[in-house]
């Protein structure tokens, strides 16, 4: 089973700064790596895949980067409904894993 | 629109059994594998395993193997997870969750509103 290590645990950042979230594969996952947005009550959104690909509808202010086994997300610059906790998985083999989530939160 | 559609919440004492279905629409319900992912109060996402619906294939993360089931029926869309053997650990929420698109290997792109299944005595 690949195992996914999101850092950190938590991120605090205050609105309009820019935000870097890491992900690292214990082997390479290519380029199948996946982000996602989760508030609470919700159901997780997907935001980016293929490691780089905007989902519809996400603002460009999100971006993906990275390939094998380490992966970064980052929010440009910051707004307030993006106060959230962010998951990585890999697609790339079964099980599907998922990282143990970032929280980012508003300093 | 793609839907997904979950059923109700659920108690179950422990050493029960849950089945969750998941009505799918908005879509051709045989063209997509399916996912299900629970999550553990406060905890993060746990991936399960997987149906195809076209021909009721599946693939389950090992430490479910023996205890879920995953099935489908076509004739409504609806695909199900059932969960043997409850125990407390077992409390969390299940979502299905489509992919996103018919290749071989993709993120999952829709997910279902979830379903909360709690198990107590």
């Known amino acids: 089973e690949i195992v996914m290590t999101q850092s950190p645990a938590t991120l605090s950042v205050s609105p309009g700064e820019r935000a870097t979230l890491s992900c690292r594969a214990s082997?390479?996952?290519?380029?199948?790596l996946a982000w996602y947005q989760q508030k609470p009550g919700q159901a997780p959104r997907l935001l980016i895949y293929?490691?780089?690909t905007r989902a519809t509808g996400i603002p460009a202010r999100f971006s993906g980067s990275g390939s094998g086994t380490e992966f970064t997300l980052t929010i440009s610059s910051l707004q307030s409904e993006d106060f959230a906790v962010y998951y990585c998985q890999q697609y790339n083999n079964w099980p599907h894993t998922f990282g143990q989530g970032t929280k980012l939160e508003i300093k | 629109q793609v839907q997904l559609v979950q059923s109700g919440a659920e108690v179950k004492k422990p050493g029960a059994s849950v089945k969750v279905s998941c009505k799918a629409s908005?879509?051709?319900?045989?063209?997509?594998?399916m996912h299900w992912v629970r999550q553990a109060p406060g905890q993060g996402l746990e991936w399960m395993g997987i149906?195809?619906?076209?021909?009721?294939?599946?693939s389950y993360a090992q430490k479910f193997q023996g205890r879920v089931t995953m099935t489908r029926d076509t004739s409504t869309s609806t695909v199900y997870m059932e969960l043997s053997s409850l125990r407390s650990e077992d409390t969390a929420v299940y979502y299905c969750?489509?992919?996103?698109?018919?290749?071989?290997?993709?993120?999952?792109?829709?997910w279902g509103q979830g379903t909360l299944v709690t198990v107590s005595s």
């Open positions: 969750a489509r992919e996103l698109t018919m290749i071989v290997v993709a993120p999952l792109g829709y």
């Open positions: 293929g490691a780089s």
């Open positions: 908005g879509y051709t319900f045989t063209s997509y594998y």
């Open positions: 149906i195809n619906p076209s021909g009721g294939s599946t």
């Open positions: 082997q390479s996952v290519s380029s199948n």
